[in-house]
């Protein structure tokens, strides 16, 4: 195969390794989650029920919802779902929620939940930082985690860390 059209499969490869939801993002998004894909694990313990899906909004101020809505057992242990450091810890606005900065620029947000950890605490993937409370509003059942992610100011669908990459081959010709 002439190197051209091997350098031209490579990058195609690449590029269709991308998470799905990726291709509205950035560039640099999407090769942040598609290499540290294997590094995340769900915040909840058992199989995930979405209450309310990210909403895809058009731009950065329009209403929305930036993150998803899962439903937990009230007062089940929430998990970081990546390394990191934790870089809030209290309330906001009446509601106690965590914030965790993650490589590549990725900060992910935990709320309603008690904290048991605090700022500038290093968390490992899977380790506990509280506990999900009552009181979501939205919520259709009991308890709810509300789960954001963003890169800056960026927000992204946070379903996106768990869902492996799709790969698709492309046509040379």
Avoid: N
């Amino acid at each position: 195969m002439p190197s051209r059209a091997l350098a031209l499969l490579l990058l195609c490869v690449g590029l269709a390794v991308l998470p799905a939801s990726a291709a509205a993002e950035p560039v640099a998004v999407a090769r942040a989650l598609s290499v540290a894909g294997s590094a995340w694990g769900p915040p909840l313990d058992g199989d995930l029920t979405v209450t309310r899906p990210f909403d895809r909004l058009p731009h950065p101020y329009a209403a929305g919802h930036r993150g998803v809505d899962l439903h937990g057992p009230p007062h089940a242990p929430v998990l970081a779902a990546g390394d990191g450091v934790v870089v809030f810890a209290g309330m906001v606005a009446g509601r106690p929620v965590v914030s965790i900065d993650h490589a590549g620029g990725l900060r992910t947000t935990y709320e309603p939940v008690d904290p048991s950890i605090a700022a500038g605490q290093p968390v490992s993937r899977g380790s506990p930082i509280g506990t999900l409370a009552i009181g979501h509003a939205g919520c259709p059942v009991q308890a709810c985690l509300h789960w954001g992610l963003r890169r800056g100011g960026t927000y992204l669908d946070p379903l996106t860390l768990l869902r492996p990459p799709r790969v698709r081959l492309l046509p040379m010709g």
